[in-house]
C-alpha cells in the first residue's frame, strides 16, 4: 500500500518534467525493431548512409567517420550503444546528425539509424517515466516513454547517451584525423 502512495508522490513530482517533453518536437527513428525518438533541436539533419572511412583504436561503437560538406563527422552506431546488435546497412538506413553538449564545448555526430520516420510532437499525457530497472546502468539517457499509435516511443537524451569523455574522444577523434591529413598534405613526395 505504501508503495502506491510512493509510486503517486513520484508520478506528481514528475508531471512538470513530463509536460516539458511533451511541448517539445522529437525526430522518430527505428534501432531494431523499436522506435526512439530525439529533441529535433538537437537534429542538424538527416543525410543517406553511404560509407564511413574505419578509425583504428576506438571503441566498437565508433563507426568511423564522413565527410559531410568539408567537415568530418564521427559516426556512431547507436545500437551498439545502447548495447544492441549491430546495425544492419540497407537502403533505409541513414546518419542522423546531431549536436552533443553544450555551449562552446558541442561535438557534431553522426548517430546511425535503421530508419527515420517522422517529426511530430507528443500531446499531454502521452508521455510517462522512464521505468526503473535493476541492473540498468544509465538509465538517465532514456527521458520518458510516449506512446504513439498504439506503439512505445523510447524518448534519449543524447546529452547522456554518450558519457562526458566520450563526447571528448569523438571531437578529438575528429581533430586527430585532420592534423593527420595536415601532416599528409604537407608532406613532400
Known amino acids: 500500500m505504501n508503495l502506491n502512495v510512493t509510486n503517486t508522490l513520484v508520478r506528481k513530482e514528475a508531471m512538470p518534467i513530463l509536460d516539458t517533453l511533451a511541448q517539445k ?12 525518438a530525439v529533441d529535433v533541436q538537437n537534429v542538424h539533419e538527416v543525410i543517406k ?10 571503441p566498437p561503437f565508433v563507426s568511423g567517420i564522413i565527410n559531410l560538406r568539408d567537415m568530418v563527422v564521427p559516426v556512431v552506431d ?6 544492441m546488435s549491430e546495425t544492419t546497412k540497407s537502403k533505409k538506413t541513414c546518419v542522423i ?15 546511425l ?11 499531454s499525457g502521452q508521455i510517462e517515466q522512464p521505468p526503473h530497472l535493476k541492473g540498468m546502468s544509465r ?11 498504439d506503439q512505445f516511443v523510447i524518448l534519449l537524451n543524447m546529452n547522456q547517451v554518450f558519457s562526458s569523455n566520450e563526447v571528448i574522444m569523438l571531437g578529438a577523434a575528429i581533430d586527430e584525423d ?9 608532406t613532400i613526395h
Open 78 to 83: 547507436l545500437r551498439l550503444k545502447l548495447n
Open 25 to 36: 518536437t522529437y525526430l522518430t527513428f527505428k534501432l531494431d525493431n523499436e522506435m526512439f
Open 178 to 186: 585532420l592534423d593527420e591529413t595536415e601532416e599528409d598534405n604537407n
Open 49 to 58: 548512409f553511404t560509407s564511413v572511412t574505419k578509425i583504428p583504436g576506438v
Open 113 to 123: 539509424a535503421d530508419s527515420v520516420h517522422e517529426v511530430f510532437e507528443f500531446e
Open 97 to 111: 546528425i546531431l549536436d552533443l553538449g553544450h555551449g562552446d564545448g558541442k561535438t557534431i555526430i553522426g548517430a
Open 139 to 149: 538509465e538517465n539517457y532514456i527521458q520518458g516513454v510516449g506512446k504513439r499509435d
